[in-house]
């Protein structure tokens, strides 16, 4: 049984213009993307299964946030039109996780024939090139 939304989309167009600039945007954050995405099929009707399906996404981040968790998903959209939150790394910090993904682990005598997250989060932080940092955020 498909799991319905928990909340229902009504946009305006100001914000299905914005919703779907940053759903074509390929400078953003990918959860910045996925998100609109997300909040244009939920406003066409789409259950969260639907949802998922179609962006390739685990159900329970589908539409309206992990368990319907946003009361409004446009007034989620709202809130990040009226912040705009910083980078929480600087761009040489991405540069320089993405060159050590690249590199070899035999390189940074790591006893492993090539990176797992897990793995190269640890490496960041025993490096000291951030005292913390999940690996999620590796991963993404």
Not at 7 to 23: H, N
Not at 32 to 41: E, H, N, P, S, T
Not at 42 to 70: H, Y
Not at 77 to 105: M, N, T
Request: charged fraction near 25%; hydrophobic fraction near 40%; aromatic fraction near 4%.
């Amino acid at each position: 049984m498909p799991r319905k939304s928990l909340c229902a989309i009504v946009l305006s167009e100001e914000e299905q213009k914005e919703l779907i600039r940053r759903a074509s945007k390929h400078t953003l954050p990918y959860f910045k993307v996925a998100r609109a995405k997300m909040i244009l099929l939920a406003a066409q009707g789409l259950d969260n299964d639907e949802i998922a399906t179609r962006l390739d996404t685990p159900v329970k981040l589908s539409a309206c946030g992990a368990n319907g968790s946003f009361e409004n998903a446009s007034q989620g959209l709202r809130s990040d039109l009226d912040r705009d939150a910083p980078w929480l790394f600087p761009p040489e910090i991405v540069i320089q996780i993405k060159a050590l993904a690249g590199e070899l682990p035999s390189t940074h005598h790591a006893p492993i024939s090539r990176w797992s997250i897990s793995d190269l989060g640890r490496q960041v932080r025993q490096s000291g090139l951030m005292a913390t940092i999940s690996d999620n955020t590796i991963w993404r």
